[in-house]
Structures are given as C-alpha cells and as structure tokens.
C-alpha cells in the first residue's frame, strides 16, 4: 500500500547511544517532516524538508539531526540519546496542495 | 507566535450522543485548519481541513467551521459510535501552496462507551 514508511516500530536505547530513525514515502511527495509526540503537548516540529536537498530547523530541533537522502528518504539520527527524548516519532509528508500525510511512528524509550 | 488550544480531555460520551470538541487558534495572516484523528496504536489520519474562512470541513459525519471572527474551529458530530474513540487533534498551518508546517493542539481523547 502507497503512503509513509517508519522503522523501527519500537526500540530501547541506553543512555548515550546513537540511533537512526528511517522513514519512507512512495507517494512523490516534496516536503517531508519529522514529529515527536509526548503526553499533553501534541505534536512538535524537530525538522522538515521542503524539497529534495534542503532541511529546516523547526520548534524543537535540539539533539536531533537529519538527512534527506534522496525524494523518498528522510532520516532523523539522535548522536547521543537522553532519556528527555522518549518519545513517540512520527514522519510525514505532503505535495503542494494536500495535506500531510502520516507514518504509524516509532515508539522510542531511552533508559 | 502560532498555537491552538484544545479542550481537555478526556471526554466519555454515550453512544449515539451529540459530539463538540472546542479549537481555538491564534494565528498571523489565514491560516489552513485541520482535525487529524489517532485511533489506537495508529500515526494520525486527516479528519476534515478547511482553507479559508466560513468554510465548512465535513467527512465520517464529523464537521468543522473555520470560524474568523472567534478565531476557532470546532468539532461537531451528530451521534458518535464506539469506533469514534480515538484521540482528536486540531491543527493550523500555512496556506496549502506554501510551506504548510503544522502547528498541533494538545489532542482531545474520546471514548464513546456502548
């Protein structure tokens, strides 16, 4: 089925580890964006690309960095992970005149 | 700058009750507004969006009204079922040509008990 690819689904990190988060889009798609998700705060902005080749800080890009690796590709790496950033990650992504169309998340616990 | 604000949740509803899940939102120039729905263990779904002001959202028997002068879009539907629970988010962004960052409210959580 056509839309947004995450992995992991899920995954356990010690304190100080570094960790990859892959996502995916087959739809053609231009912008791509990375989310985190905690209790009673929403959704937040870590990054976003709006087109192939660019990559743009957005409300909380502290601790996080990103690559976009080709149209499909949008990768979020933490270098060292905190246990401030448990979290529930999501990606998405949307064409000019569409919404944002969104992944099933990566659920990441760090101890 | 941007933000919306929800009503808090939870809400449990009787099956078949009228639904309202109040929105606000402050903006700068005319935003685009969205209800996105999480349903259990799921990313989030685009609910309903409207694009510029009196335009109604409408789709699953849910509506939304982009409403200028109060600065609010809010939830409606008309007799919820158990398969609405689900955590309901309110969402701003930039006109759909440009950009469209998406700035999210705290989420709503429903239950809808049989």
């Known amino acids: 089925n056509a839309g947004v690819t995450q992995t992991p689904k899920f995954q356990v990190l010690k304190t100080g580890q570094s960790m990859t988060l892959q996502c995916a889009q087959d739809?053609?798609?231009?912008?791509m964006y990375w989310y985190r998700q905690d209790p009673g705060m929403g959704l937040r902005l870590i990054y976003y690309?709006?087109?192939?080749?660019?990559?743009d800080k957005g409300e909380v890009p502290n601790g996080y960095n990103v690559s976009r690796l080709n149209k499909r590709e949008f990768s979020l790496r933490l270098e060292s992970a905190a246990p401030s950033q448990t979290s529930v990650y999501f990606c998405?992504?949307?064409?000019?005149?569409?919404?944002?169309?969104f992944g099933d998340g990566t659920r990441l616990s760090i101890l | 700058g941007d933000s919306v604000t929800q009503m808090e949740g939870p809400v449990t509803l009787s099956e078949e009750a009228f639904l309202t899940i109040n929105c606000t939102y402050t903006?700068?120039?005319?935003?685009?507004l969205f209800w996105y729905v999480q349903y259990p263990g799921e990313g989030l779904q685009l609910l309903l969006k409207?694009?510029?002001?009196?335009d109604k959202g409408s789709n699953k028997g849910f509506e939304a009204t982009y409403r200028k002068e109060t600065t609010s879009f809010h939830l409606e539907k008309g007799s919820v079922q158990v398969s609405d629970s689900a955590v309901y988010f309110c969402?701003?962004?930039?006109?759909?040509?440009?950009?469209?960052?998406?700035?999210f409210g705290a989420g709503t959580i429903l239950r809808v008990k049989s």
């Open positions: 998405a992504s949307r064409t000019a005149t569409q919404p944002q169309h």
């Open positions: 739809m053609n798609h231009n912008s």
């Open positions: 690309s709006a087109s192939e080749g660019t990559t």
């Open positions: 903006a700068t120039g005319y935003p685009s």
């Open positions: 409207a694009t510029k002001a009196d």
């Open positions: 969402a701003l962004g930039g006109p759909m040509e440009y950009g469209n960052k998406l700035v």
